[in-house]
């Protein structure tokens, strides 16, 4: 049985993969704010007297990775925003709501980038 040009489980698909760019990027800006963190902590125990050999690199490290997760959250939107202009009209369930999954990306990826400006700072 062929399937129609309107089926709604087309774009069904596109939101569910565009979440999980979006729930790929929030975990990884979440370990980046771990890595820099960690540096922090270990500077701690330094200050204590423990033997730490530490580099200094963990905040560059984790600043890098909240920005790599800035990127795959902004990706993921624009990507989602290119494939739903593509799908007809009659695709799109008349209560789906895409600017507010939009609205959620991109402000996740302004305070990603907040958060990447606080950690190299």
Not at 47 to 65: D, E, K, N, R
Not at 89 to 95: D, E, L, N, W, Y
Not at 105 to 111: I, K, Y
Request: charged fraction near 10%.
């Amino acid at each position: 049985m062929p399937e129609s040009q309107s089926d709604p489980r087309v774009y069904f698909a596109a939101e569910r993969t565009m979440l999980a760019w979006l729930r790929t990027g929030i975990a990884i800006m979440a370990f980046g704010f771990v890595v820099a963190r960690f540096g922090l902590f270990l500077r701690l125990i330094q200050v204590q007297g423990g033997p730490v050999h530490s580099h200094g690199i963990s905040p560059y490290l984790g600043t890098a990775l909240v920005l790599l997760g800035v990127l795959a959250t902004a990706g993921g939107a624009v990507q989602y925003q290119r494939f739903r202009h593509t799908l007809p009209r009659a695709s799109i369930p008349a209560s789906s709501s895409p600017e507010f999954v939009l609205g959620i990306s991109w402000a996740l990826v302004l305070v990603g980038l907040a958060l990447g400006i606080v950690l190299i700072v």
